[in-house]
T-cell receptor, first 115, second 118 residues
Framework: AQSVTQLDSQVPVFEEAPVELRCNYSSSVSVYLFWYVQYPNQGLQLLLK??????LVKSINGFEAEFNKSQTSFHLRKPSVHISDTAEYFC?????????????FGTGTLLAVQP | GAVVSQHPSWVICKSGTSVKIECRSLDFQATTMFWYRQFPKQSLMLMAT?????????EQGVEKDKFLINHASLTLSTLTVTSAHPEDSSFYIC??????????????FGPGTRLTVL
């Protein structure tokens, strides 16, 4: 079975500082990895994804994540955060070619950017 | 592209009544839709997987008779919370997966429906 661990429930950071949101997963088979962002009282928006190929994936708003197979991690980073980045961030995995085709979510990390 | 809508965005109802939530894929056909439940400050928990034209597959611990799911067309799935009680109050989110997104398991999420049962 697959699982996702986001150890940090909340990450406070000052504006323009760098940030890393940690995500570790457990799976015995190949997986696809996703980061979703959720703003208050809204649904989830896909931030970025790793499907195959380059292990470093980037979003249009400056976030990036690196797939590390040996460490089973997919940490999310941004070199300089903005107030508008304040939101809940969810890491998720799905099984490649699996019959279940389900997304398994981590518990989420609240990124709180302070001025 | 790949827009999913939900209606209503919020609803308040009395205990014992039933509430229907709609999930629509606006610009693509979704053979599979998913229904999630999210409690405050918690993650999304998959309730059921809905396939067009067939019965939904419920996750363990989710009451089928309590949460009725209908996926009658390729663009619409509905979730009906029957005889709602205060403990059913939650944020319900649907997602849809286009046929070509199946290989990558990509899902597109609706904006969610806030249900409050008094």
């Amino acid at each position: 079975a697959q699982s996702v661990t986001q150890l940090d429930s909340q990450v406070p950071v000052f504006e323009e500082a760098p940030v890393e949101l940690r995500c570790n997963y457990s799976s015995s088979v190949s997986v696809y990895l996703f980061w979703y962002v959720q703003y208050p009282n809204q649904g989830l928006q896909l931030l970025l994804k790793y499907l195959s190929g380059s292990t470093l994936v980037k979003s249009i708003n400056g976030f990036e994540a690196e797939f590390n197979k040996s460490q089973t991690s997919f940490h999310l980073r941004k070199p300089s955060v903005h107030i508008s980045d304040t939101a809940e961030y969810f890491c998720a995995v799905s099984v490649y070619g699996g019959a279940t085709n389900k997304l398994i979510f981590g518990t989420g990390t609240l990124l709180a950017v302070q001025p | 592209g790949a827009v999913v809508s939900q209606h209503p965005s919020w609803v308040i109802c009395k205990s014992g009544t039933s509430v229907k939530i709609e999930c629509r894929s606006l610009d693509f056909q979704a053979t599979t839709m998913f229904w999630y439940r999210q409690f405050p400050k918690q993650s999304l928990m998959l309730m059921a997987t809905s396939n067009e034209g067939s019965k939904a597959t419920y996750e363990q611990g989710v009451e089928k008779d309590k949460f009725l799911i209908n996926h009658a067309s390729l663009t619409l799935s509905t979730l009906t919370v029957t005889s709602a009680h205060p403990e059913d109050s939650s944020f319900y989110i649907c997602s849809a997966r286009p046929p070509r997104g199946g290989q990558h398991n990509e899902q597109f999420f609706g904006p969610g429906t806030r249900l409050t049962v008094l």
